[in-house]
Nanobody
Framework: QVQLVESGGGLVQAGGSLRLSCAASGLTFSSYYMGWFRQAPGKEREFVTAIGWSPSNTYYSDSVKGRFTISRDNAKSTVYLQMNSLKPEDTAVYYC???????????????????WGQGTQVTVSS
């Protein structure tokens, strides 16, 4: 069975940093494009960033560009999200997702992804 397991979330003060990890199993990790989404209470799940096969093939939402960095380690079947200069509005449950064959790239919509993790809570205090 396919599993995506996020970790690294927690409570941090505004301006601080966190590094999220998403460990994948049950799939050929290198064959998948990976994405990070987030969902705050009462809001829809929104695209944060995504990475393709190449480390340079990355995309970021305008709200996180310049602050967040996505990366992947295929040897460890893990995708990371380095979050710097965190703001209270970054508070959300963060989910990693995998997509094998996107019809278009980057894939911005949650419904396009094949697999999802359980999410990890990130809370940024002011």
């Amino acid at each position: 069975q396919v599993q995506l397991v996020e970790s690294g979330g927690g409570l941090v003060q505004a301006g601080g940093s966190l590094r999220l990890s998403c460990a994948a199993s049950g799939l050929t990790f290198s064959s998948y494009y990976m994405g990070w989404f987030r969902q705050a209470p009462g809001k829809e799940r929104e695209f944060v960033t995504a990475i393709g096969w190449s480390p340079s093939n990355t995309y970021y939402s305008d709200s996180v560009k310049g602050r967040f960095t996505i990366s992947r380690d295929n040897a460890k079947s893990t995708v990371y999200l380095q979050m710097n200069s965190l703001k209270p509005e970054d508070t959300a449950v963060y989910y990693c997702a995998a997509i094998l064959t996107p019809s278009s790239w980057p894939a911005f919509l949650p419904g396009e992804y094949d697999y999802w993790g359980q999410g990890t809570q990130v809370t940024v205090s002011s």
